[in-house]
């Protein structure tokens, strides 16, 4: 199956609980940030207001069709009833707030994130399965004893478009070993690197999305742990220290 094809089906089959909590964890911070509106329109491009605007548009038609006909039929409206149409607007996200919150809770996964006892190896691969499956551009992998097993189960089926990069220490050189073979065969380009100054174990999806985790992947589910998505803010601050890590950390050598 292409990666075409199968981001096609992806979206036929819709968001499973992990994007979910992702879009619910978005919708709060943007409703709970939200600038201060004035009674008058503020389309300006470079404006709070605008960009807003324009961040809640992207995230309520992500979650469906019908969200995305109601966001643009209010917004076509600002300039003539600015104060109602923001009104609709945030009424908008709180709607689809619920509405998330709804099928979370019929699914059994209400919290974000969740916590997994040990011998919950199953539950853990599909939920981080479905993380890394979640990115459109970018994954960054943080974690000092990532090692070549896991990066058999979790990202050689990962779309072949992405840039990846792994930044590990430990077992740097068998993980190398089957990037080495992946790339043989699949033309992906994969960067690995090794580090002493890892702290966390933590997944960086696109520009602002990240997933804690308790402990190392290839040990998911063996041991009790738990995988987190961070607040935007703290994903952000914890992917500058991150890259700038990296850009100071060792490549890996190919094998003999």
Known sequence: MTDQLQRMMKKLEGDGPIEKHILLLKLTEALE???????????????????WLSKVGALLSRLS???KVQFKSSFTTLIQ????????IQGQVLDAMEEIKLELELEDRSDI??????????????DLKEVIASAESEIMIIDPYFNGEAFDAYLASANTELSIQIL???????????????S?????????????????RIIFIDHDVAWIMGGSIKDAGKKATYLIPLQ????LAKKQIYQEIWSNSKEVECSA
């Not at 009833?81 to 609709?88: F, G, K, L, T």
């Open 184 to 200: 043989s065969q699949f033309q992906t380009h994969i960067e690995l690197r090794r580090s002493k100054e890892l702290h966390d």
């Open 113 to 126: 994130g969740s916590a997994y006892a040990p011998g919950d190896v199953y539950r853990f691969f599909a």
């Open 232 to 235: 935007t803010p703290i994903a």
């Open 33 to 51: 940030n939200a600038p201060d509106f004035g009674d008058k329109p503020i389309m300006d491009a470079a404006s709070p207001q605008r960009q």
């Open 81 to 88: 009833y600015w104060e109602p149409a923001i009104v609709q």
């Open 65 to 67: 069709i019908e969200r």
């Open 168 to 182: 590990a220490d430990r077992y740097s050189k068998d993980i190398n070993t089957y990037i080495q073979k992946h």
